[in-house]
């Protein structure tokens, strides 16, 4: 079954970009079934849909992050990444990857990470 | 609106039932799923695709949806079933995804 696993610094400072991978193992990351999602989760608060990426490269975006952020699909690496660019404390927050669904007027993620927190402060 | 709601806190007595609900306009267009996540851990799915069980989730979960409300529905709540509760659906374009503010569930 397909396992998903966050990667990255834990700490970034104000005005840097912050950079996460997500590895995708137990299955290859171009088979189509999955649309590659960022979800975050700012300390003690609920969850925030930030993108998906297609295998294709085609990406949406959430329209409130859209002007910092870039989702890039690696095929090679079986992995897909996030940049988010001039980042603040407010982007503190436990970065998840999942694997995205879509459905007949429906979607879901499954799998999930485990989840990495990641801490803007100077 | 591209908002979808969900009451903050929900409460159950042991064996009880409880229904916790998610509302928004794009609900008329589009079903929700539903996740339960503990403390420190990732969500997990127990409802897709208005009403689908993933084969681990037991059956005392459903869910249902009636114009701009979908809902969750616990048969007979267990200790285990303590925890935070998000609904997730598309917004009204379709091509933007959207969570609900969570429900966190106290089973008594």
């Known amino acids: 079954q397909v396992q998903l696993q966050e990667s990255g610094p834990g700490l970034v400072k104000p005005s840097q970009t912050l950079s996460l991978t997500c590895t995708v193992s137990?299955?290859?990351?171009?088979?189509?079934?999955?649309?590659w999602s960022w979800i975050r989760q700012h300390p003690g608060k609920g969850l925030e849909w930030i993108g998906y990426i297609f295998h294709s490269g085609s990406t949406f975006y959430n329209p409130s992050l859209k002007s910092r952020l870039t989702i890039s699909i690696h095929t090679s690496k079986n992995q897909f990444s996030l940049r988010l660019s001039s980042v603040t404390a407010a982007d503190t927050a436990v970065y998840f990857c999942?694997?995205?669904?879509?459905?007949?007027?429906?979607?879901?993620?499954?799998?999930w990470g485990q989840g990495t927190l990641v801490t803007v402060s100077s | 609106s591209s908002e979808l709601t969900q009451d903050p806190a929900v409460s159950v007595a042991l064996g009880q039932t409880v229904r916790i609900t998610c509302r928004g306009d794009s609900l008329r267009s589009y079903y929700a799923s539903w996740y339960q996540q503990k403390p420190g851990q990732a969500p997990v799915v127990v409802i897709y695709a208005k009403n689908n069980r993933p084969s681990e989730i037991p059956d005392r979960f459903s869910g249902s949806s009636s114009g701009s409300t979908a809902s969750l529905t616990i048969t007979g709540a267990q200790a285990e079933d303590e925890g935070d509760y998000y609904c997730?659906?598309?917004?009204?374009?379709?091509?933007?995804?959207?969570f609900g503010g969570g429900t966190k569930l106290t089973v008594l």
């Open positions: 997730n659906s598309r917004d009204i374009s379709g091509n933007h995804l959207v």
């Open positions: 999942a694997g995205g669904h879509s459905g007949s007027f429906s979607n879901w993620f499954d799998p």
């Open positions: 137990g299955g290859s990351i171009s088979s189509g079934n999955y649309y």
